[in-house]
């Protein structure tokens, strides 16, 4: 089974809307960590968010929120106020923290920015 | 302070041939990892490190191999490149307890 799934291959936004990118995870690990990561066309990977399992708040980073429904074992990223810079693939990733440490990433989510 | 730095760039390889992709930090991170990016496949990790002299193998570790003699580096090795390899590598460090992995800029090999 999959560890992360990102079932939005593609989305589009309109500049300064909102958007929200899909995650879900598996695992029976009670203690884990959730990651969003951002590639614009440069290659290079950009950090933007963490929410620990036991994290009783949702995690926010400026314009990043990270919508986390446990039961669900969901963990949606969305961004606030889109703008063209944030045209880039964006990937979900997990980490089991008493399992191991290995990060397990989604297939990820191309997002388009619109003028 | 670097971060993590990742070399070559960009390689051309022939069946058979063998390389090594470079890797090093200078964050004094325990912690480093090697992932392949495929198209619509994510980043799958191939090899990891929780510290010099002690290795695992990820979810791809097949035509890999991997040695951590000190902290900063962390090289990884093809033995008998394949054009199953051809890919996007990236090198990753985090300290211990840490949320945050920090990423090399990537390596793009290609394998004819």
């Known amino acids: 089974a999959q560890k992360i799934t990102q079932t939005q291959p593609g989305m589009f936004v309109q500049e300064k809307e909102a958007v929200t990118l899909d995650c879900t995870y598996d695992?029976?690990?009670?203690?884990?960590?959730l990651f969003w990561y951002k590639q614009p066309s440069s290659g290079e990977m950009i950090f933007l968010i963490y929410q620990g399992s036991y994290d009783q708040q949702n995690a926010t980073e400026g314009r990043y929120s990270l919508n986390f429904q446990k039961a669900r074992k969901s963990a949606n990223l969305v961004i606030s106020a889109s703008q063209l810079g944030d045209s880039a693939m964006y990937f979900c990733a997990m980490r089991e923290i008493d399992t191991g440490n290995q990060f397990y990433f989604g297939t990820g989510t191309s997002l388009t920015v619109i003028p | 302070n670097a971060g993590v730095t990742q070399t070559p760039k960009f390689q051309v390889l022939k069946t058979g041939q063998s390389m090594t992709l470079q890797c090093a930090q200078d964050m004094n991170h325990e912690y480093m990892s090697w992932y392949r990016q495929d198209p619509g496949m994510g980043l799958r990790l191939i090899h990891y490190s929780v510290g010099a002299g002690i290795t695992d193998q990820g979810e791809v570790p097949n035509g890999y191999n991997v040695s951590r003699s000190t902290t900063e580096d962390f090289p990884l090795r093809l033995l008998s490149a394949a054009p199953s390899q051809t890919s996007v590598y990236f090198c990753?460090?985090?300290?211990?307890?840490?949320?945050?992995?920090?990423f090399g800029p990537g390596t793009r090999l290609t394998v004819l």
């Open positions: 695992t029976s690990d009670p203690s884990y960590g």
């Open positions: 990753a460090s985090r300290r211990p307890g840490g949320n945050e992995q920090f």
